[in-house]
């Protein structure tokens, strides 16, 4: 199916006049530097496999990747030890339950079950292979770039306000210690996943990331090969199971493409083969979704006729 520009632009000014001032919901307010950010900034942007960029609002302003972070983990995790790694050391199942559920882990034996909940992801920081802390950092941080085409940075403001607040994520750390599901110190581990989170991108750098897991691994704009191909298939299945946590599955009901969200606001989708959309506005729904990054990104996908499981007659 060929879009032509003014096609994709359209639909994108519409999701974003049509929900940029959409009330509900609240930033996340456990992390101080985000409760203060404005919940009125809202920015568009699409990222073609070809490299086209389309956007709309604030689609240059930095905000906090936060567990969208967690899938150029998982990539680099997978570059590293393959498909059947991940399954064994983490597991790719969904939860069902909130992204920080301890309760999830006590069901499964202490296994995280997926990369994309804390658990899995601090799992998933700890396997990166890497001879030291800052090495492992430099490791992810360099795969964010990769995957974004960015010089991605860290906000110390942000890290900071992260590193003195996590304890929930640290008492998980050592849960995963304690049952051989952590492959470094739960002190290190902890340390470099909350620095993971703590970089700041705008959505067009976040619909490169997606863009570039949509053309087979290969970064559009840069043309840098980032993801092994084999894998890409892999994390999108991964973001459909997980990405939207508790309400997965009422996301790939309604809207059909995989999908990840961040309490900084950011939300990406990925249309295989074709494209990403990602939205951002910081106000998030009561399981850690962007309100109006969900509607604008879904806005996009049905005017734009993209659904994994749509099933089209035959005329
Ligand atoms: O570890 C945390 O709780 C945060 N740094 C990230 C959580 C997050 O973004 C969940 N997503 N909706």
């Not at 900084?264 to 083969?273: K, R, W, Y």
């Amino acid at each position: 199916m060929y879009l032509s520009p003014e096609q994709i632009q359209n639909a994108i000014n519409t999701a974003y006049t049509n929900h940029a001032k959409e009330t509900g919901g609240a930033n996340a307010d456990y992390i101080p530097f985000l409760k203060n950010v404005d919940s009125n900034l809202c920015g568009l942007s699409v990222v073609t496999v070809d490299g086209q960029v389309f956007s709309a609002g604030d689609a240059d302003t930095p905000f906090a990747i936060e567990s969208i972070s967690k899938v150029c983990t998982l990539a680099l995790a997978m570059n590293d030890w393959g498909q059947q790694a991940i399954m064994d050391k983490i597991g790719v199942d969904a939860t069902g339950m909130p992204f920080n559920s301890v309760m999830a882990l006590e069901l499964h034996g202490d296994k995280p079950m997926s990369p994309l909940v804390n658990a899995g992801a601090i799992s998933a920081a700890s396997l990166i292979k890497a001879d030291s802390r800052e090495h492992r950092w430099s490791r992810i941080l360099q795969m964010q770039s990769d995957l974004t085409g960015t010089d991605i940075q860290i906000s110390d403001e942000l890290n900071e306000s992260e590193q003195t607040t996590n304890f929930h994520n640290r008492a998980i750390a050592w849960l995963l210690y304690a049952a051989g599901y952590l492959y470094c110190e739960p002190d290190e581990a902890v340390d470099v996943y909350t620095r993971q989170c703590s970089t700041l991108l705008t959505t067009k750098a976040l619909a490169t990331m997606g863009a570039t897991i949509a053309a087979g691994g290969i970064n559009p704009i840069t043309n840098k090969d980032v993801i092994k191909e084999a894998y890409c298939a892999s994390i999108l299945a991964e973001m459909t199971m997980e990405g939207m946590y508790d309400t997965a599955g009422d996301w790939a009901f309604t809207v059909g493409l995989p999908a990840k969200s961040g309490v900084g606001g950011g939300i990406l989708a990925v249309v295989p083969g074709v494209m990403a959309i990602a939205g951002f506005s910081p106000p998030l729904d009561p399981i850690g979704n962007s309100v109006r990054g969900q509607k604008m990104v879904a806005s996009v996908a049905q005017t734009l006729g993209f659904n994994l499981y749509q099933c089209a007659r035959k005329r």
